[in-house]
């Protein structure tokens, strides 16, 4: 036998996800329940949080008017829907806030930024497929826009509307683009709802923490539908108010979120 059978290789592997036992059937009345949670949260020690939101609208503020700048308002409105498929991952720092509220543990601005997640990388994995697939999102409504109107240039903010809501092509763009719409903003829900704390909170790789989101949301139906109409609502109304709403709201959903996640666990 040769030096070369006697070595052994090892392999780095992902960490394994923990034994964890889970809920089912969460009542609907629990999403009302969550956001109270999240309304706390955003309370105890509400400078970081605030702070926190006001990044977040900065952040939106600044790609808006990038896309202004280059040239690229004709993707504004896929842009904002895209938001929600990200802002799980971008809410990181307000799933630490609330787990260390109830941890006992000091809270910061520092600590909500600079965060280190139990499951260490595995966290950037699944940030990054969500941005991948908020780009495959926009790209995808780019392609419906060039499917119904052809070449016509994007006619600006100021007519989109007219052309939208008066003309059959514009609500036959709007049904079909909204279907498609409905199913990227379902799949990054599912996968992103409970996984993104879930890395935060335990050594689990990003691909058993997507896959147990998605059970999680598909056996809490009555939960997580009013909890994303709640989410929907509160997203739109930040829009009413030119995204200055995202400095409440943000912090809001995500301290909510966090407490969704622990709503579901059973130990």
């Not at 955003?42 to 600044?62: D, E, N, Q, R």
Request: charge should be positive; glycine fraction near 10%; charged fraction near 10%.
């Amino acid at each position: 036998m040769s030096h070369q059978d006697d070595i052994i290789i090892p392999t780095v592997m992902p960490p394994l996800a923990p034994e964890l036992r889970w809920k089912r059937n969460l009542p609907s009345s629990a999403a009302l329940q969550w956001l109270g949670a999240g309304w706390k949260d955003f309370w105890t020690a509400p400078g970081p949080s605030i702070a926190y939101g006001v990044l977040i609208f900065a952040l939106s503020a600044i790609i808006i008017g990038c896309l202004f700048r280059f040239g690229w308002d004709y993707i504004l409105f896929p842009a904002l829907a895209g938001f929600m498929v990200v802002g799980p991952i971008l809410a990181v720092g307000l799933y630490e806030k609330s787990r260390r509220l109830a941890a006992g543990e000091p809270v910061s601005l520092m600590g909500m930024i600079f965060v280190r997640p139990a499951s260490g990388p595995q966290i950037l994995f699944t940030g990054v497929l969500l941005c991948l697939l908020m780009l495959v999102w926009m790209r995808a409504a780019v392609i419906v826009y060039a499917l119904f109107f052809g070449l016509t240039p994007f006619p600006g903010l100021d007519h989109v509307g007219q052309m939208l809501f008066t003309t059959p092509t514009g609500w036959a763009m709007l049904v079909v683009g909204g279907a498609i719409g409905a199913l990227f903003a379902s799949f990054s829900f599912a996968i992103s709802m409970f996984s993104i704390p879930m890395l935060l909170d335990k050594r689990v790789d990003a691909l058993t923490a997507m896959g147990t989101s998605t059970a999680l949301v598909w056996y809490n139906l009555r939960a997580l539908l009013p909890w994303g109409m709640i989410v929907l609502a509160l997203f739109l109304a930040s829009l009413a108010t030119g995204l200055l709403g995202l400095i409440i709201v943000f912090p809001l959903i995500g301290h909510g979120t966090w407490h969704a996640y622990q709503a579901a666990k059973l130990d």
